[in-house]
């Protein structure tokens, strides 16, 4: 069983930026692969970005591509999502998820952290 927990959010003005980082606990996060989602109010959740379990491997949702960045520290068990530029239309809760491959499916999946950002 893997923990995830979330945190870093906040409200921001639009161009601002934040970091957020998602912490496991039950195993170490080595062997898997890290992604963020997000649902903004009224919408359904979607794929922001993805790690690969070397770290290599990165994808992202063509709306932040350029302006978000997700990286990963295995020795702290911590995955980052480094958000610039941040829009009005980035607010959103966002979500870290897990999966181990070759498996597709995102097993475990934290609660959550608000990211609000004002115009």
């Known amino acids: 069983q893997v923990q995830l927990v979330e945190s870093g959010g906040g409200l921001v003005q639009a161009g601002d930026s934040l970091r957020l980082s998602c912490t496991a606990a039950?195993?170490?996060?080595?062997?898997?692969?890290m992604a963020w989602f997000r649902q903004a109010p009224g919408k359904e959740r979607e794929f922001v970005a993805t790690v690969g379990w070397n770290g290599y491997g990165t994808n992202y949702a063509a709306s932040v591509k350029g302006r978000f960045t997700i990286s990963r520290d295995d020795a702290r068990n911590t995955v980052y999502l480094q958000l610039n530029s941040l829009k009005p239309e980035d607010t959103a809760v966002y979500y870290c998820a897990a999966r181990l491959p070759p498996g597709r499916e995102y097993m475990y999946w934290g609660q959550g952290t608000q990211v609000t950002v004002s115009s």
């Open positions: 039950g195993r170490t996060l080595g062997s898997y692969t």
